[in-house]
């Protein structure tokens, strides 16, 4: 157990911090959350300054573009990006920690040349379309379907809750290629497949959320014509070429955050100062308890990440420990918030209120905290399936 | 003792369930949430009158005045289903000011009004004429509630009562984005004059206007709080994953579960608070009705999974009010402090 850096980390972390004061100033404005084209080239155009700069896919293999750099050096990458108030990964988000990743582990040559430097530049936005009305939590009984004709998928069937779909260039899909029977079980018959998103037969109608912005869309698919050369992984296996997507988000994806949690509170601290209420024995203590469970998380992190170091990359099940603590962390973070802004946590038009509304879906999306809970005991502990 | 609802009182209940589902169905809530802000921000005057003529606001105004001459459990239970269905407005206010109404009549005046005309507007509040609105200038400084489209504002001090025309709170307050789309809310600066270091008085018409109000919010909140346990149980019930209804996974169950035993249990000190006014129970009542409220919400909002996370589902309305009655009257640190001074208190009390 050692938590000291190496001095090639602390030589890396110094390089990191100069570049980032030099870069972050040249940033334009930051649009407004309901400009998505606007919000599109924003962080397009930061993921273009990171990948200029040689940060683009800092923990990428080198023959997917990536710089090769350990596990360490990206979470001190992820770390001083965000202590520094860079951008977060934003519309990049699949194509970086998602459809990136897995074209990068399964892809054949020709397609990691054919996606992985877009995604890398800045220049291709992808989205993740796994969900659909009936199959939610239980994914895998999923039924929009792609049948073969000589050399191209057409598939037909409907998304729902696929965030950026409306920004996209490409989709990494789920379809069923084979019907579910006695043969084969439902997560058989499954395949990935990247999806242009301006194909033929491709409709999005954009979904109103909770916070009165429309971040997710629904989408109808009417026999898109997918060639089979955007297959990525083989026929059927798609399920397992998926899990290695999904660990991959319940992994590193919320590090950003992370740090993100520990700064939001000291600001609460500083605000509850200002107006009063840290007066409030209750209040005070209550952002105590906070600051453990932020640090806890950061080295829960810590700890996931030296272990991913050890055993070669592909991040396990404990991220769905993590995972589980931090979507109850983040939302009791900004129950907090309200308490701290008073009468002002009705104002929609605070900060912390918008954070706090959209908090809301963390213990749903990429996972419920059911089926987290489900995961952690069967597969971590061991105990029976059950119903 | 037969602490169980009379038989008047529940077809009092059942009236009122009856008359929103007519007046206030699903699809005007919606209309309400759905269209332009500023559409939202206006209510519905006709309704308001509607509600008026069916007694909801002259519930407690002797019949001498003109009232129903019932108490406040009968006010609980009314409200109680105006927050089931999200009945959108300052219908605590506009309650308590034709309350007020009934005491003129009876012979008083509204303290700290001189106007005659508003005489005239706390009388109009009994029919539904009038919209009042509340500025609780005792307590946690509260945002008022739908300020633009108010005629008076029921303004409590920490001892003192008054009715204000709207307009005259109004130029001296401005609109935020109110996080409930259904509730137009305006910030107020303190207005020193009126304010009392020693917090607002325990005893008075106004502690009294107070208490009454934090009830009957209360009330709303379990009419909330009830709802959302039906919706989660109804999604429960027929959303399907894993080839069996969600409803048949413990996880889910204990969820449900839980949401009943907040709603009932704060139903149950809701009720007993409106038999004995006592500030104790009132206390209790808006602390654990406040929770189950924002609670629940938040559970049903868990059950619905992605759906939850809409704008589409009403799931989230509960939400939002639920924050913004929260905010009401006594806030949770008023009602513990409340709580624990009963307990170290030498009045004697039993449970
Ligand atoms: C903001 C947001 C963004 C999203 N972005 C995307 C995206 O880009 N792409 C994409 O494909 N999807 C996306 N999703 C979808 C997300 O992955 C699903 O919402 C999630 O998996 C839950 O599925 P569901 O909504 O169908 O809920 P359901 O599966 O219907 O769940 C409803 C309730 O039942 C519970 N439940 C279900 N099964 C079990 C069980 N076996 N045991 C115990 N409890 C159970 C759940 O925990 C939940 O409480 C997004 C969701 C949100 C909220």
Known sequence: ?387 | MDFQLTDDQRALRAGMRELLERRFPRARLRAVVDGDAERGAELDRALWRKLGAAGLFALRVPESAGGVGLGLPEAVLAFEEAGRALLPGPLVATELAAGLSGALAAGGAVPGSSEAGLSGLAAGAVQGETVVTALDEGGARAPVEHLACADAVLALGPTTVGLIPAAEVARAAEPIRSVDPATPLHRTAPNRARQDPAGPSRSGIAARLRREAALLTAAQQLGSASRTVELAVDHAKRRTQFGRPIGAFQAVQHLCAQMLVRAESSRSVVYAAAVTEDPGDIAAAKLLADEAAVHNARDCLQVHGGMGFTWEADVHLHLKRAWVRAGQWQCAAAAEEELAAGLVSTVETCL
């Open chain 1, 1 to 387: 157990m050692d938590l000291a850096f190496t001095e090639d980390e602390e030589d890396f972390r110094h390089r990191l911090r100069a570049w980032l004061a030099d870069a972050l100033p040249m940033l334009p404005d930051r649009p407004h959350p309901a400009d998505w084209p606007g919000r599109r080239a924003y962080d397009c155009g930061w993921q273009r300054m990171l990948h200029d700069a040689g940060y683009a896919g800092l923990h990428w293999p080198k023959d997917a573009g990536g710089q090769g750099a350990t596990p360490t050096q990206h979470l001190i990458f992820l770390e001083e990006t965000e202590r520094a108030g860079a951008p977060y990964v934003g519309a990049g988000f699949v194509g970086l920690l998602h459809a990136g990743p897995t074209i990068a582990a399964e892809g054949a040559a020709e397609q990691r040349a054919r996606w992985l430097p877009p995604i890398l530049r800045g220049d291709e936005v992808w989205c993740q379309g796994f969900s659909e009305p009936d199959a939610g939590s239980d994914l895998a009984s999923l039924r929009t379907r792609a049948v073969r004709d000589g050399d191209t998928y057409v598939v037909s069937g409907s998304k729902i809750w696929t965030s950026h779909a409306e920004i996209a260039d490409w989709c990494e899909l789920l379809v069923r290629t084979a019907p579910v029977n006695a043969d084969t079980p439902k997560h058989r018959g499954i395949t990935w497949l990247a999806m242009p998103m301006d194909a033929p037969g491709v409709t999005v109608r954009p979904l109103r959320t909770l916070a009165g912005t429309a971040e997710f869309a629904e989408m109808f698919l009417d026999e898109v014509r997918v060639p089979v050369t955007h297959r990525v992984g083989e026929e059927n296996d798609g399920w397992r070429v998926t899990m290695v997507t999904l660990s991959f988000e319940r992994g590193t994806a919320f590090v950003g955050e992370v740090v993100a949690c520990r700064r939001v509170l000291e600001a609460l601290a500083r605000t509850a100062k200002a107006n009063g209420r840290w007066d409030d024995t209750v209040l005070r203590r209550r952002l105590g308890r906070l600051a453990a469970e932020c640090a806890a998380l950061w080295r829960l992190t810590q700890w996931n990440v030296s272990e991913a170091q050890r055993t070669g990359g592909v991040p396990g099940v404990g991220g769905s420990v993590f995972k589980l603590r931090f979507s109850q962390v983040r939302q009791e973070l900004y129950e907090a918030a309200a308490e701290v802004l008073g009468p002002d946590a009705l104002d929609a038009g605070q900060e912390w209120v918008a954070d706090r509304l959209s908090s809301l879906s963390y213990t749903i999306a990429a996972g419920t905290s059911q089926i987290q809970r489900n995961i952690v005991a069967e597969r971590i502990l061991g105990l029976p399936k059950g119903r």
